[in-house]
C-alpha cells in the first residue's frame, strides 16, 4: 500500500476541496480501506448522498462498500469503504430513525459500531449517567475508544467537519494526516458554510434530521445536547465543545476539552 502525502495532497485540493471525496473514493481507495463515520448530522447527510451519487456515476463500484461489521473488523486491507455510525447507546430516536430513511432512499447500508459495554454495563461499573459526572470518560469509551480500535490498519477516514464550526475546525484542510488515529483524514466539506449546506439538502431533497427543526443545530448524545445555535447546545453548561475526535494531541496538550 502506497501511502498518500496527505500534506500535500491538502494543499493541491485547497482549491477544489469539494472534489476531494470523488478523488479519495475513486483514487486513494484501491491503497486502503477508507471509512465514512457519520452522526447523521446534515453535513453527514450530504455526504451519505455524493457516496449514493459515486456509485450511481460508476465512479464507486457498490460491492466495494462493506456491510458487515465483523468484516469490517479483519485487518487485511482490501481497499473498501464502510459507513459507520458510533451506536453510543444514547442517540435519539430520530437520529436513529434518520439512519433508516437514508439507508432506504440512498441503498446503502450503515454499520453500527457500538462500545463494548452497554449503557447499564457502564452504569454499574462507573456509577449513573458518566455523562453527568465525567463526560470526558463518557466519550472516551463510548466513542473514541471503538473508533481508534476500529481505525487501526484503515488508509484513511471521511469527516463532514466545516471549517466555520469551531476554532479546532477552522485551520482543516481537505486532506490531512491524523496525527492521534495515525491514518488519512479526509475532509470533503471544509469549505461549506451553513447555508450552502441547507441549500443542497433542499434542492437535492436530502433526509435531515428532524430535530434540526426543533432549534437543535449540532445533534449528538441525546444527553449532552440541547438546542442552541452551531455547537452552542452540545455539552451546554460545560467547558466542553468537543468529544475529542477531531482535536489533535498537541491541542490537547495546550489545553483542548478531551484528554486521552
Ligand atoms: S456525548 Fe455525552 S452521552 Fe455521548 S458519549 Fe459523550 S458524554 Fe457520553
Known sequence: MTIPDWQELGLDFEEKSSEALDFALSELLKQGDIIFLTAFGSEGCIIFKMIADLINQGRLDKTMLIEDLDELKQEASHGRLAIVNLDTGYQFKETLELKDKLETKYGLKVIMLEPKQSVSEQDIEYGKD??????????????LVPLSNLLQNKLAWVTSIRREQSSHRASALAFEYDKKFKLGKINPLIKW???DVWKYIHENQIPYNLLLDQGYDSIG??????????????WAGQDKIEC???????EME?????TI
Open 221 to 234: 448524545c441525546e444527553p449532552c445536547t440541547s438546542p442552541g445555535e452551531g455547537r452552542k447546545g452540545r
Open 244 to 250: 475529542g475526535l477531531h482535536i489533535q494531541e498537541e
Open 130 to 143: 458518566l455523562f453527568k459526572t465525567d463526560p470526558d470518560q463518557c466519550c472516551y469509551m463510548r466513542k
Open 193 to 195: 458554510s451553513k447555508s
Open 254 to 258: 495546550q489545553g483542548g476539552e478531551f
